[in-house]
């Protein structure tokens, strides 16, 4: 009996199985679920930080307090870590500047000075209230020295 190697295999003939080669997958892989899960997570979490943010800017905009600031830059710090263990800033930005360094760093830097103008414009607003209290705090300290 001679075989040939022009026949195909019986599951074949009948159309059971379909020909595919090595490596094709329709359906995708685990690995991009769980990207893609990770991913859906992440983003939920920014969107939760973002509201606390915009809760606190508005609480920040209506009491111009050293503490309200220090709510606010805390709770930014934290988006930002968020953001770059997420890697959405290098994700969406892939590009790099004249000197090779990622544009992430230009936005983080960015945000940095525009927290240091916020602070330095509630010392300034709040200057007067804590001239009042360093009156306040020496009158004090005066009285105390009169006690003892």
Do not use: C
Request: hydrophobic content about 40%.
């Amino acid at each position: 009996m001679k075989i040939g190697n022009n026949q195909r295999p019986f599951v074949e003939t009948l159309g059971l199985r379909e020909d595919t080669r090595a490596g094709d997958v329709k359906s995708p892989a685990f690995q991009d679920i769980f990207q893609q899960a990770n991913a859906k997570l992440t983003r939920a979490e920014l969107d939760k930080l973002m509201r606390q943010i915009d809760s606190l800017g508005s609480f920040l905009a209506r009491n111009m307090t050293w503490k309200a600031l220090q709510d606010y830059k805390e709770q930014v710090r934290r988006f930002l870590e968020q953001v770059v263990k997420g890697g959405f800033g290098a994700k969406e930005k892939q590009g790099f500047d004249r000197r090779g360094r990622m544009r992430l760093y230009k936005i983080v830097s960015q945000i940095d000075d525009l927290m240091a103008e916020l602070a330095e414009q509630v010392v300034a607003d709040e200057k007067d209230h804590l001239d009042l209290l360093a009156k306040i705090g020496d009158i004090r300290g005066l009285l105390v020295n009169l006690y003892f």
